[in-house]
């Protein structure tokens, strides 16, 4: 099976989770994208209904194009289920995020969210967070360069601003991505502890004792890990 199906051998499982009138968060990334379109067939299917609220805009185009009731944030008090996608995942649910530049606004919602749920394919299990994967921090245009400058100076790490094409990215909030290269000696809540109060920080990739369960597409059938069983 390749990456693309592993990610897919996840959804049944999601999908029964999603329960007629719910407000669900809708994530970010490849494994969302290809989610949306089952949703929707299941809320054809189960003539059911449900609210989305989306990580990105670009998920919320997606999400519309397929009929899904989708509104703003702010004008929902609670969300019952959030389902996204996940860059790392360590043996305690950890997560990085962040590798569509999406991780503030799927922070506030994944967050926000009664029940958090993650889906990915098994490349995405790691033994420490940073193992893989470099982490995104989001950070104002404004002082970039100084906030670099600041995390390249903890433990001589290495950062680079996120470029595609050429160009620097922009996330849906007007702002760069940073990314900084880890390794197995920084420790996740310490290091998202610094960076967070770097003037110029919006958010960082780790989503930390966030996840009630990741859904795990493997060669070998879905694992399921929940929160408090290991
Ligand atoms: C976007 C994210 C994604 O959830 C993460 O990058 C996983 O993406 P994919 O489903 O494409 O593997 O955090 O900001």
């Known amino acids: 099976m390749d990456k693309k199906q592993l990610k897919m051998s996840t959804f049944n499982d999601a999908l029964d989770q999603?329960?007629?009138g719910m407000i669900v968060g809708i994530g970010s990334g490849t494994t969302i994208e290809l989610l949306v379109p089952k949703i929707a067939e299941k809320l054809e299917q189960e003539q059911i209904h449900i609210i989305g609220v989306c990580t990105s805009n670009k998920t919320a185009l997606i999400a519309k194009e397929?009929?899904?009731q989708v509104i703003e944030v702010?004008?929902?008090?609670h969300i019952d289920i959030a389902i996204d996608g996940a860059d790392e995942i360590d043996h305690d649910l950890n997560l990085i995020k962040g590798g569509g530049g999406a991780l503030f606004r799927e922070k506030?919602?994944?967050a926000m969210a009664d029940r958090f749920v993650v889906l990915a394919d098994d490349s995405k299990c790691v033994d420490y967070l940073g193992q893989t994967f470099r982490l995104p921090v989001e950070v104002d245009k404004f002082n970039w360069l100084l906030v670099e400058k600041c995390i390249k100076a903890y433990n001589d790490l290495k950062v680079t601003r996120r470029m595609v094409d050429d160009v620097p990215f922009i996330t849906d909030n007007g702002n760069y991505i940073l990314?900084?290269?880890l390794n197995e000696?920084?420790?996740p809540f310490d290091m998202h502890e610094f960076l967070i109060h770097l003037i110029g920080v919006l958010e960082t990739g780790y989503f930390l004792n966030v996840t009630d369960q990741a859904i795990i597409g493997t060669p070998t059938g879905v694992k399921i890990k929940n929160k408090y069983s290991k």
């Open 108 to 110: 506030v919602i994944d």
């Open 18 to 20: 999603i329960k007629d």
């Open 74 to 77: 702010n004008d929902v008090d």
């Open 179 to 181: 990314d900084v290269e």
């Open 185 to 187: 000696g920084i420790q």
């Open 66 to 68: 397929f009929g899904i």
